[in-house]
């Protein structure tokens, strides 16, 4: 291999990686104040559109059953929210206003099917075991155990 080969090689490992020295990663408080700001939003869109709805089809508002059509309801917003403004945005309401976006570590555009895993199984299985979330303080990568199943992580971006 003649050295330009070996130059444009190198360039192109460059690109592949991202250079973490120019990268900062979003520590637990950023994310988890971009995420109160989240359901602050999700409670709006649900109070704005699901509860006339189920009121107008006359559907009952308070059920204690994770069954219940509300709770269904909140559940499909809550999770479109975040599979559709990560997918077209990188980043959601809160992650906008905190200057924040999700990354693929191996600088690849996200695909529909880490969006899916992170937004949905992962974000599942974080929530459930609490532990999930709390490890983005201790990680150097500041991710969560959701970002660690799908190779991705949260970054400042610069304005």
Same mark, same amino acid.
């Given at each position: ?72 309801? *909140? &559940?499909? !917003?809550?999770?479109? /929210?975040? @599979? ?6 990188? +980043? ?33 299985? *974080? &929530?459930? !075991?609490?532990?999930? /979330?709390? @490890? ?6 500041? +991710? ?16």
């Amino acid at each position: 291999m003649d050295y330009e080969n070996q130059d444009e090689f190198a360039k192109s490992e460059i690109i592949q990686e991202p250079d973490s020295g120019s990268i900062r990663f979003a520590g637990f408080w950023m994310r988890f104040w971009a995420y109160l700001l989240d359901l602050i939003v999700i409670g709006s869109i649900e109070r704005l559109i699901i509860n006339p709805l189920f009121r107008f089809l006359e559907i009952p508002l308070v059920e204690f059953n994770m069954f219940a059509p509300i709770s269904i309801a *909140s &559940a499909i !917003i809550f999770y479109l /929210y975040f @599979v559709l403004m990560t997918k077209y945005f990188n +980043q959601t309401l809160g992650k906008m206003v905190f200057g924040l976006k999700v990354i693929d570590l191996k600088s690849e555009k996200l695909s529909w099917g880490t969006i899916l895993f992170r937004e949905w199984i992962g974000r599942f299985i *974080s &929530a459930t !075991i609490v532990v999930g /979330y709390i @490890v983005i303080a201790f990680l150097p990568k500041k +991710q969560g155990i959701h970002d660690l199943f799908t190779d991705t992580s949260v970054i400042h971006i610069e304005r």
